[in-house]
């Protein structure tokens, strides 16, 4: 492992175009990155695992952690996680939280990371959560990464000092393809779509609201859709 | 399963006294239990899952989740899951954190005890943490447990109303041993060693604090020791 004096930030790297201009951007802030993945039994895991193996590879990550939390499927009440329900259209702007919520996942994300973070002396954790042009899940609020930050700061040795750093809150999907073209993030190496690990549908939530971000930009999308 | 008209408590089923006790005042406050335990690679796995199925068929208990969360002993930094770190001496009244100390673990199971919740639609999550007569880990302090709730509150759907209950985090140890007599919990089907699966070292801190409670409310252990 390469040392450095450089403080260390954790970085959730789902594979998914969000996560990895959250890196990007820790990455700009100064920081030495250790990247966190998670398998949690859903339906595009090899696509996902695939693409955060592809983006630590570009961004230049040594420090790996890849982590099952198959347990969030044994635990179910998401289509994401349970292949039993079907993964509805896109219920953006009608203020319903769609089916694809996994119960809690942010906090159970986020609790990994803290407890790798006290191992390693990692000063930060960036997750790319983005509160405003999202699917309103309730752990994707500003609010929420607040409360967390509080649970950390008692929850953890005096002295560790780990900060919840959520960069891309208030951006738009439009802005996460403009700040990943500056970073030179190859948005082909990233997968948003909740349905398939081949072609992407275009027709998920996660999809739409990948498109529109493209569009919004006025900038092409690089993956293949159906 | 049996179906009845009682609020659904999930009750965090260590195998220890501790969390046996927290079950039995689940029940007595009127809930059905659910009972959650997690195999997180640590030194004594195998008995506290026998412990957990002996209790679970005591109490009455049907509904269990067993989860997995090896990632804990993937992190490492505590002896209870490297076991290439010795598990030291009690540490008792020195202020310190002892090396057993699972980094952030409470957060994590916690974490997705709330998940759960949210799927069985449970009011209550019941963890047998206790702040005075401990080893001292910041993650079992209530003002850490006041943080997880408000984490909870904002990180859920609306409408989940999920209260995290502490009930034993004022008590001392003896204070468990009693509760758990009045309640008629069987405490050979406990386990509190760090070390051992098959008799107890009875040195170790967590031993320690069984038999010191077991003296102060001047009761036999049933437990057999080195």
Redesign the interface.
């Known amino acids: 492992m390469e040392s450095t004096n450089k403080s260390i930030a954790i970085v959730l790297l789902s594979g998914g175009m969000d996560s990895a201009v959250c890196a990007a951007l820790a990455a700009e802030h100064g920081y030495e990155l250790a990247a966190l993945h998670l398998n949690y039994g859903q339906r595009t895991q090899s696509k996902e695992l695939e693409c955060f193996s592809q983006l630590c590879t570009d961004l230049n990550i040594n420090r790996k952690?890849v982590?099952?939390?198959?347990?969030?499927s044994?635990?179910?009440?998401s289509s994401l996680t349970d292949f039993e329900m079907e993964i509805l259209p896109s219920t953006l702007g009608t203020g319903e939280?769609p089916n694809t919520?996994?119960?809690?996942?942010?906090?159970?994300i986020?609790?990994?990371a803290?407890?790798?973070a006290?191992?390693i002396d990692a000063s930060a954790i960036y997750i790319g959560a983005m509160e405003q042009d999202s699917s309103g899940y309730?752990?994707c609020?500003a609010?929420?990464f607040a409360?967390?930050q509080?649970?950390?700061?008692?929850?953890?040795?005096?002295g560790s000092n780990i900060r919840i750093i959520t960069p891309i809150i208030d951006m738009k999907k439009s802005d996460i393809v403009i700040h990943g073209l500056r970073h030179g993030i190859d948005f082909s190496h990233t997968w948003s779509c909740y349905k398939s690990s081949d072609i992407a549908c275009g027709k998920c939530e996660s999809c739409q609201l990948r498109l529109r971000g493209f569009k919004e930009a006025g900038v092409s999308d690089t993956l293949s859709y159906m």
């Not at 044994?74 to 009440?77: N, W």
């Not at 919520?101 to 159970?108: C, E, G, L, S």
């Open positions: 952690l982590v099952d939390v198959g347990y969030l044994q635990i179910g009440g939280i919520y996994v119960p809690f996942r942010n906090a159970n986020l609790a990994i803290v407890s790798w006290e191992v309730p752990d609020r609010s929420f409360a967390f509080a649970t950390v700061n008692l929850g953890t040795k005096t």
